[in-house]
């Protein structure tokens, strides 16, 4: 497997194609290296004794060891493992592992692409797999661009009055297509060696262009990658692994972007759109029941730190709170736990999670996160918003009187307390945080679109059953 | 198996010790049917071809079929099976099936007994195992008396001015103990063929006589149960199941009970006093995760059929508000899930529910049930609460009106509107539907009791290390 | 002005057209009672001291001291009594005080009708003063009935298939006119003088018909009451204001009513439905703004009693939900004070609150009532379901054992203990706390409504500017 | 009265006192000058034909027009103003107006001074109404430094290890007192003119030394400010006042500082420290009342705009979602209505705010905030986190791009979408929105210190006689 060296000294070789704020940057650059550094640890740890059995796979392909970040789940074990690996990453980086994003595009592809096949004939799965060998043998990192840029939220694709809000085929010939288009919110397509493009949503016949799936690298000719960079503050005395880690997003460009047909997983068949956007929807819901747990095990953690510094971790409304945050993580595990084991084998083989509890399990997290924060910033007090700056800490003309005053607890030093609260102030007061936080409600699909998949595949038929028995009103 | 039948008949054979609003009455009296009726689904379904596989199993000392309601779990699977066996019960009979808490309490002893032996060289493990044949055999439910009266909340047992305020040990001679005090709440306590008393707590060495755990037939000599019947509104001309089934619960008074040894199963042995109050508690909210969905699953129902007869069902809030019922739901069942699945097998050969997820499972179905009620009352509208009575449904000088005038969607008969209206009335204006809610936050320990739980056995140090590590805190 | 005695016998006198439960039945029958008795304290008070100055009030017609239920507004203070002697009279009869609707339904005649007149030439304006001062001068109590039975939801009036299912006209002549149809939870129409009928919602041409508003006697020809009582629950030993007093409903049927012109306020003019039914519901939310907080203050106080009770006063979580339940009550009467402040007088004379406070109060309200349920409770724990009948406090067999075991902080009587949670039993485990509980969701106009009215009224274009402002877009 | 320029002119003269990440910094740095716009605010709009007479108020000492942020409340109507005002200048700041804090400090030593001067016969209220005179004639701006830092959360301040936890008093002779200690999160310190300083609890009387108030300038010899500032984002290209304006904070040390008699406003007069305390807390969450609902007037117009923009303004669930936001301000405008209005007119003709009505005011602002930015989130999407940086919205090879892929409703330029979207992204995603976040839920008090104030002053017996008189138990 890959090493994460390997990794950044291929993405130096790439082609210069991310803009960000008005610049053509280098994917090594040091706006971007917090995010690689997320990834770079999907890498690292797989040596790594305690994550060792977690985080590598065997390929169903081949029987070689791989990734399990690239692996398709085949298995009760397999969604169980991946729901854990993710959880246990995230807390090494302090939120997203990013990595998910592609396995889960993969995943969704591996049995979507085996039913078009079944109804049309086609031969994209037998493709696909090969596209997957070589995914696994080369240990490859892809971003997910799903998220269209949609235009009029009211009107369907083919009714925009640009054609091109959503990404389509323009053209195809016999050694591939072109298309057209931009994808949004893309997370780590900077830092990716592929991207695998699948679509937003349930097609119409009208639509049947914008029903397309392919993978393309990262650096192709016509794709720009305008990247926005949420990355923590720089630390110059303090170093800490909080301000290790960040986020990039990019506004996929695909210009006129040509295709060739090994790399086309979907082109037209309409019918499987819905397929295809949702089942990628349902497996990365699964990926969040690891995730969010994990990002509520910090704030979790965060709230328990601080309370014992401030000396009132044994009081009621302190533990209830605490209890509140662990109940957030655990229910949401449990329901990821309930989706692998209620799963079902698909055909193709790979194993599916419950669409239900995924999606109770994501709601449920995503209606959380800003209450999250508020009961973090509830316990800690004001100081994560006032805390003085790093410098006024080293300067001889403050620092004694920083360090007096901000004592708490007898028998915690002031550089804890510093320490602990400047971790608070990156949690709850910089760009980074809020970027957390929108995350925490959109990213894989908003509390809303998890309603949306209840609504509709919830048996309410079988509930209302019961009411009529209890109510005594005869079916007919 | 006892036929329902059978069980009728040996409660008008028992020892007339039920009182009831200033009366001694017989334990087939008309107020106590709603309640006997429930048990009596028990008994009813196990030839049922959909219920036969949940509610039998195999009893792991005689490898006779029992009943599942006298069975000790031994397998994921168990726990899983009961689960199901409970939501599904409780669909049937509109509420809880009352005939669990007997279960668990059995499931406690079960490896607590084991775990007194050991520590002490007691032989209760041996001689539960005895009275535990004899149960399944005869098929018996039991009432768990576990919630003592308490006096001031604020002092331990040995505290309170009047020493009866927690049932304890008066004397012991060679033959057995005499007990004193009383138990309060005990759901069908009045319905049952035994008592199985067990500590409300965790005990000091100075609380040992309260250390105190023991099964005696209801009917005992010195045992009086004052009762309270919450039953369904009587129905003259539209009947239906919802008004077939009701709760009793009684104020258990053992006025110097004699209980001979060979049903005592803890006496003094104050430092178990915890695990056995816990461990009943641990399973009896591993049972709420299995009726509590059930609860939501008849206020789903109800909630989509009043849509569906309003014509409001396609409305966005409304299905915002479906799908928060089904997630409260599956949330809670989810948590039953990984609550069996992440489960151990004790010593004793017992297999114990895991403690986090049975809590934050039965902690969410705490904090919802009134919202649920006020969802469908939101759905609903105000007639639930100003229905016209039957009689005035039948009056010829009112029948026409009404049946004109309470029509909605066009195609839904008046019947079925005024039936469906009715069981609203029974769920949302009943003193059994007070009740309900009560018990919905109450029974089985409020999200109080299982923050103190989730508060005392979490692992927050390992969060707190996540987010000292995140900080650059160094641990000492 | 009028005797309670008078008022009972008056009701004794009237045409018997009140229908329950099949029956026929007499308007002093004991169903009826708790609704008179509630009533009765309107009539009651007028001579107590600290009343007085609340409930009566001068008549802007005649000069004279009137019952200030019977007084249309003239000022900020007006207002602000009208919603004092609420919230004072509710704590009186444990729950809501009925006669307000029919104030509120003459508040909205006064001023709408004088802009019907200015439209239309109407003569409408001195033919309801002369119909008010007659009302003033007898102390008449009305029920406004305003809510139609609505049929489909999703159709207007003039489209149901059955076009009775709103009230409307059938005939006129130069007498009056005829009116048909059904208003519905129309709260005191069995103990009221009279019914004053209001139109439901804003009308269009085609429901021109339907734009009626009257007033007539409660037992005229051709009206019928079905009638829906919630009453509390007998008490036999441990008698207690609570259980004195309650609701009756009706379902009022217009079946082809005659209405001479002199009481017939609107006929007609279509466009002014809206302003009439949206300004009872106006004068009607405000007066929710003293009611409501009146309940809450119930709530509170049993929260308070029984956490005295438990011992639990002094404790953190305790505080902090009381501190819950007084915020819920200010706001919502702080809301009313601002509504009345923030109001206008009319060009009529008419002093009309301030519409956004009132339903920005109402929907707080009606968004509390079953978490303040919820947090009563959470504090008192499950004996208000489980309490033993008041015959077992009587019977010599159970009494002294109940005595002994009810017991909780020393220094509280066994009495006040049973008392304290029989009160609870009522407020939470019985038909009436269910009707309650619905009435203070939708009485008055659910949350929902109020959501409607803020989103139809409020200056979002005014916030609008501010963030345009703050965001550097211009304005065109 | 003052122009801006004079008071920058002013802050340039002023002793360098400043301290900011280890440098030591001029008051009119660019750092500082985002806070300095937000105060200068107060000073430019005095003739502002639409705030003058808002802004403006008489000087009850000297019958001058003065600025209202120095003016002593006299009246219901003062009140009012004061509040209107502050709603309405921070719209114009986009947040916090800061100057209320020194204002609300005068207020309350206005009558706390005269209450210390009635029970010891000392001179303080004469004294500062000197003070006063001086503070209105030069149209002052005051920083309130109240909170302390300390140490440890539970002990008192005589009991902490280090007795400088808390500001007090060292020496005291003839000509005046030496201070020392330290105050943190003291807002506008490094903008302001003068400190005034307050204890920041009741105190008993081992803490007397600690029981000290007074005013000094700002750049007085042995004072720090060591501060830390929250500034908006810059802004190269698409300017907006938004990113105009921002908060600095100070940690305040007193290092024996020396304060002469004649601002000296108490000193060991311990008995009066909560009335001083208590006093500035109310003022200040009356002027929360104003504020707060600016801030949600502010995410109400954005979420407008963005909902209007996006094309689902008529949506059901974004209706309902904008009426809880305006219900949320206007509820605690209303509070504030309500607590000026029963208010009281102090002995020494200060005009003091109710304290319930403030305090439930304040409570409800401060448990919404991190719910009304959710909403905000909600109806944004995921834009605000990853809208692409100002320079690829002006790089030739990305801004045909992102202009024609940020388009959403028709008629909507991508100008004004990226301008609401940058707005939004200030609002949601930037060290500044997390620290206004924080500042909701601590600023002028937690809710939880509402609580604290309302559980001790509410009439809980009042309500608790409603429930004995309602469950029948007689007072003894």
């Not at 050694?175 to 919110?185: L, Q, S, Y």
């Not at 679509?199 to 393309?216: G, H, I, L, N, S």
Request: with cysteine.
């Amino acid at each position: 497997m890959r090493t994460s060296e390997e990794y950044v000294e291929k993405l130096r070789g790439m082609r210069k194609n991310v803009y960000m704020n008005g610049e053509l940057v280098e994917r090594d650059c040091p706006e971007l290296m917090p995010s690689i550094r997320v990834l770079s640890k999907t890498l690292d740890l797989v040596d790594h004794p305690e994550f060792k059995d977690l985080i590598t796979a065997t390929s169903h392909l081949t029987g070689n060891t791989i990734n399990r970040f690239t692996h398709v789940n085949r298995s009760v074990e397999d969604l169980r493992k991946k729901q854990k690996m993710i959880r246990k990453t995230c807390h090494l980086t302090g939120g997203c592992i990013q990595r998910c994003m592609g396995c889960d595009a993969i995943n969704a592809l591996s049995f979507a692409t085996y039913e078009i096949d079944k109804a049309y004939g086609t031969e994209y799965h037998p493709r696909f797999s090969k596209y997957l060998e070589y995914f696994q043998k080369d240990d490859l990192m892809a971003a997910a661009a799903q998220t269209d840029v949609k235009g009029d939220r009211s009107l369907r694709p083919h009714e925009q009055k640009d054609p091109d809000l959503y990404v389509h085929v323009v053209e195809r010939d016999e050694d591939g297509i072109v298309v057209r288009g931009a994808k949004n919110h893309i997370t780590m397509a900077a830092t990716a060696d592929e991207l695998v493009c699948l679509p937003t949503r349930a097609m119409k016949e009208e639509d049947a262009d914008y029903a397309v799936a392919f993978a393309v690298p990262a650096d192709s000719e016509d794709v720009k990658l305008i990247t926005h960079v949420a990355n923590p503050r720089p630390r110059k005395v303090f170093k800490a692994p909080i301000s290790e880690f960040g986020f990039a997003d990019s506004f996929v460009v695909f210009d006129d972007l040509f295709v060739p047909w090994e790399r086309v997983f979907m082109c037209g068949e309409w019918p499987f759109a819905a397929l295809l956007a949702h089942g990628f929807a349902l497996f990365h819901r699964h990926s969040y029941t690891g995730c969010k747990p994990a990002i509520t095990d910090i704030v979790t953690g965060a709230s328990t730190l601080v309370s014992e510094y401030q000396g009132i971790l044994g009081k009621t409304h302190v533990r209830s709170k605490l209890a509140h945050l662990a109940s957030v993580a655990e229910l949401v595990y449990a329901a990821g736990i309930a989706s692998a084991v209620e799963g079902e084998k698909h055909e193709s083989g790979t194993f599916v999670p419950n669409t239900v509890y995924a999606n109770v399990g994501r709601r449920h997290a995503g209606l959380n996160i800003y209450h999250e924060y508020e009961i973090l910033t509830d316990l800690a007090g004001g100081l994560p918003s006032t805390l003085p700056f790093e410098g006024d800490f080293v300067n001889p003309d403050t620092k004694e009187h920083l360090e007096k005053y901000i004592m708490r607890k007898e028998g915690v030093s002031s550089e804890k307390i510093q320490l602990c609260f400047r971790l608070l102030s990156d949690m709850l007061c910089s760009s980074l945080s809020g970027v957390s936080a929108v995350a925490g409600v959109h990213g894989g699909g908003s509390p809303i679109m998890e309603e949306i998949i209840i609504a509709a595949t919830y048996d309410f038929e079988e509930k209302k059953k019961i009411a009529k028995y209890l109510a005594g009103i005869k079916e007919e």
